[in-house]
T-cell receptor
Framework: DAGVIQSPRHEVTEMGQEVTLRCKPISGHDYLFWYRQTMMRGLELLIYFNNNVPIDDSGMPEDRFSAKMPNASFSTLKIQPSEPRDSAVYFC???????????????FGPGTRLLVL | GENVEQHPSTLSVQEGDSAVIKCTYSDSASNYFPWYKQELGKRPQLIIDIRSNVGEKKDQRIAVTLNKTAKHFSLHITETQPEDSAVYFCAAKGGSYIPTFGRGTSLIVHP
């Protein structure tokens, strides 16, 4: 398995532009998470999905952020309009809840480094 | 919700020394405690985990201990090597399926 795949790996954009980050979870995993990592705030959970359904989006900073998971193999995180304070590394992670026994491990993607000028 | 505190934020050791990173959690229902290692510019990766029915777990040079009464758990790395240099995150998972992460410890191992 290729693991969790994210694209793009790097994104540089100007303030006010729309940014779309993409994630392909590990096949068969039923949970998908979006995290944001900054030096100031550490690793923050933004939103997570279970079986493609958003369960908790309380970590989404504001209405400029939205996330979707149209099917089990794809998710997007969109920022519109983007602002310089959105600059961070955004990680997608996936996990499998049950495989005969509880499976807890989250597998992270390589991350997208976003810079908003 | 769960609150995880991690200390120290930075730890500098000489190669061959031991390193200990400590975390405390607030939710007594937490039952799963993973540790992740994140090398510079890379993704967090699980290195060891422990469940609440176990007090200690070892894997070669790394070990994790759990004190449920005091609600704290620790990562121990013995015979540190330069390649151990990274940011280490602890996490705790309770009633919800979602782990809460600590702020991370930057470990620097000097050759």
């Amino acid at each position: 398995d290729a693991g969790v795949i994210q694209s793009p790996r790097h994104e540089v954009t100007e303030m006010g532009q729309e940014v779309t980050l993409r994630c392909k979870p590990i096949s068969g995993h039923d949970y998908l998470f979006w995290y944001r990592q900054t030096m100031m705030r550490g690793l923050e959970l933004l939103i997570y999905f279970n079986n493609n359904v958003p369960i908790d989006d309380s970590g989404m900073p504001e209405d400029r952020f939205s996330a979707k998971m149209p099917n089990a193999s794809f998710s997007t995180l969109k920022i519109q309009p983007s602002e310089p304070r959105d600059s961070a590394v955004y990680f997608c992670a996936s996990s499998l809840a049950w495989d005969g026994r509880f499976q807890e491990t989250q597998y992270f993607g390589p991350g997208t480094r976003l810079l908003v000028l | 919700g769960e609150n995880v505190e991690q200390h120290p934020s930075t730890l500098s050791v000489q190669e061959g020394d031991s390193a200990v990173i400590k975390c405390t959690y607030s939710d007594s229902a937490s039952n799963y405690f993973p540790w992740y290692k994140q090398e510079l510019g890379k993704r967090p990766q699980l290195i060891i985990d422990i469940r609440s029915n176990v007090g200690e777990k070892k894997d070669q040079r790394i070990a994790v201990t759990l004190n449920k009464t005091a609600k704290h758990f620790s990562l121990h790395i013995t015979e540190t090597q330069p390649e151990d240099s990274a940011v280490y995150f602890c996490a705790a998972k309770g009633g919800s399926y979602i782990p809460t992460f600590g702020r991370g410890t930057s470990l620097i191992v000097h050759p």
